[in-house]
């Protein structure tokens, strides 16, 4: 049973347009939200990461959206590029684990010239 | 930058092999771990380990062990490889005292067993 659930599978924007990927998660330890950017032939990189003592967190283009209450988080990439091309991972750690991280399924982006 | 470097990023291995997945990290980090990424699964937990000696199992232990006989190296062993083991290993390392305590991953190994 996936601990996070993570959608869409795949995403197709065009230049300039806003992608958003959305993740769910049941499991109210979990206190410690990453999303990783992984490009092909490479392993996955920390991209942004947000704790549940906020709402919003963001960082350039990117931005984190947290809803505590519906234990929802969502990533959106403003004005996306084709160079943001990639599989986005969200996850989430539950507090004293370890570090120990649960994945996502992944989101294929194809941001479209 | 830290760095996590995987021996191998191809491998073709037979049915019933022992194989041997290599990691070494360079920045002292306390944890490791193991993953296997498959379409449509995302990452899934092998193993890890959070001291040297240590090791606990992940979400799918089964048909793998590891060793970590060194703080900075960390083993995956398919003691007899099937072709269900084909996949992308992905390692990775954290350092659960930083404030930012994600993972840094290596670049994978894609493993074939045929």
Known sequence: QQQVKQSPQSLIVQKGGISIINCAYENTAFDYFPWYQQFPGKGPALLIAI??????????????????????????????????SATYFCA?????NFNKFY?????????KP | DVKVTQSSRYLV?????????????????????????????????????????????GDIPEGYSVSREKKERFSLILESASTNQTSMYLCASSSPGAANYGYTFGSGTRLTVV
């Open chain 1, 51 to 84: 704790r549940p003592d906020v709402s919003e967190k963001k960082e350039g283009r990117f931005t984190i959206s947290f809803n505590k209450s519906a234990k929802q988080f969502s990533l959106h990439i403003m004005d996306s590029q084709p160079g943001d």
């Open chain 1, 92 to 96: 989430a750690s539950p507090r004293g």
């Open chain 2, 13 to 57: 291995k037979r049915t019933g092999e022992k194989v041997f997945l290599e990691c070494v990290q360079d920045m002292d980090h306390e944890n490791m771990f193991w993953y296997r990424q498959d379409p449509g699964l995302g990452l899934r937990l092998i193993y890890f380990s959070y001291d040297v000696k240590m090791k606990e199992k």
């Open chain 1, 103 to 111: 994945f996502g399924s992944g989101t294929k982006l194809n941001v």
